[in-house]
Each structure stands twice: as structure tokens, then as C-alpha cells.
């Protein structure tokens, strides 16, 4: 049965930081690359960052570039999101992705989503 987990959310006053952890189970988690959303009140739901499967490269949304950093661990199936310098506009519930691409189409599994609120 496929979970991804994710804890490590919470309230934190602006400025401050959180590492968001998302942990994986019932499929080969390092043959997935690992993606984290977020989805504020009343819109859509937004990509965050990513880490690829193998070279661990990473990629992020403008608006976090140099505050948040997602990382993996391949042995504990683990992947996280450090959060620094957070914003009350970063008050959102953060989901954990895993996606897998074949060929032209992608397998995709999520988690149930953390809540973060960031106090001004």
C-alpha cells in the first residue's frame, strides 16, 4: 500500500522556519522524483519544488528561491522541505508529491497535506 506521510507542520511566527518531512512507503521511492505543494485558502493548488529521482537536482517556485530547500534521503525514504525566512503569504497546507514518468504519461501519489501558518 502506498503513504507518503508528511509532518512537521505548525504555527510559526514570520521569519521564522520549519522542515516539513514526507515519508514513503510501498513503492521504490528512489525511483520517483519528489515534488511539494502547497494550496492557501481559496486557491489553487501550487508547486513549491522539486528534487529528481537520481542526480537529486532541484528546481523551485519564484517566490521561495533562497528561503526554502527540499532535499531526499534514498535510505530513509524521506524527503523534506527547510523552510526559512517564512511569510504569512507561505500560510498554506503543504502536500507531498511523488511522481514517476512513463513514456508521455506520469504515475503520481500524494500525501494528505501539513498545515503551516506563518503569523505577521
Known amino acids: 500500500q502506498v503513504q507518503l506521510v508528511e509532518s512537521g507542520g505548525g504555527l510559526v511566527q514570520a521569519g521564522g522556519s520549519l522542515r516539513l518531512s514526507c515519508a514513503a512507503s510501498?513503492?521504490?521511492?528512489?525511483?520517483?522524483?519528489m515534488n511539494w505543494y502547497r494550496q492557501a485558502p481559496g486557491k489553487e493548488r501550487e508547486w513549491v519544488a522539486d528534487?529528481?529521482?537520481?542526480?537529486?537536482?532541484?528546481n523551485y517556485v519564484d517566490s521561495v528561491k533562497g528561503r526554502f530547500t527540499i532535499s531526499r534521503d534514498n535510505v530513509k525514504n524521506t524527503v523534506y522541505l527547510q523552510m526559512s525566512s517564512l511569510k504569512p503569504e507561505d500560510t498554506a497546507v503543504y502536500f507531498c508529491?511523488?511522481?514517476?514518468?512513463?513514456?508521455?504519461?506520469?504515475?503520481?501519489?500524494w500525501g494528505q497535506g501539513t498545515q503551516v501558518t506563518v503569523s505577521s
Open positions: 508529491n511523488a511522481r514517476q514518468f512513463i513514456g508521455a504519461r506520469s504515475r503520481d501519489y
Open positions: 528534487i529528481t529521482s537520481i542526480s537529486g537536482s532541484t
Open positions: 510501498g513503492f521504490t521511492f528512489s525511483s520517483y522524483g
